[in-house]
């Protein structure tokens, strides 16, 4: 059975990913998730804790959502390239409206540090997992490589949430795999 606190969440990530940023009311949560008034304020006082509580809620699901996959390693290029694909995928399709909603975050954390610290530590894991695996495939340059690779991964994201929804994923991903493997 969900929480209350749970359904707040779920809530509030559903408005911040379908309506951005400003539809982030602790009424505006609970109307969402046919809650009593008041209920999202109970777990969360304040505007900031409530944004925060978003931020790692949606990082603990992410977490949950692409853990496993994350946790497998290769050293094939073709098992990493399909791997990142269906990742991309995951965030961009059934994922997608979470993927928004931690986009509007990472927009709205830039001056907020506690705000910011969830989402940078998922962003940190995902960065050491790409470079493990680019320097376990052969990258010249990892540091380099993995700076690549992830500005190249959340440009393919932004365009498949904002300019095209169908964009095709694998063969953008093996031509910026293999390119960060050979410069």
Not at 115 to 120: D, G, H, R, S, Y
Not at 169 to 183: D, E, F, K, M, N
Request: net charge negative; charged share 20%; hydrophobic share 50%.
């Amino acid at each position: 059975m969900t929480s209350i606190r749970e359904r707040a969440l779920e809530a509030a990530v559903d408005l911040v990913g379908t309506q951005g940023i400003r539809a982030l009311t602790h009424a505006r949560i609970d109307a969402q998730a046919g809650l009593p008034r008041g209920s999202t304020s109970n777990h969360f006082r304040t505007r900031a804790a409530l944004l925060t509580g978003v931020a790692t809620w949606i990082a603990e699901q992410e977490r949950g959502a692409l853990g496993a996959k994350a946790a497998q390693s290769f050293d094939d290029v073709d098992g990493f390239i399909d791997l990142f694909t269906e990742m991309v995928e995951l965030l961009t399709g059934p994922y997608a409206v979470r993927t928004r909603a931690r986009y509007a975050l990472f927009l709205e954390a830039a001056s907020d540090p506690e705000l910011f610290a969830p989402l940078q530590a998922q962003r940190e894991a995902m960065v050491a997992w790409s470079a493990n695996l680019l320097s376990t495939l052969g990258a010249r340059h990892p540091d380099a490589a993995t700076h690549a690779f992830m500005a190249f991964g959340d440009g393919l994201v932004l365009h498949r949430l904002s300019v095209d929804p169908d964009a095709a994923i694998r063969p953008t991903v093996a031509i910026a795999v293999h390119g960060c493997l050979s410069a």
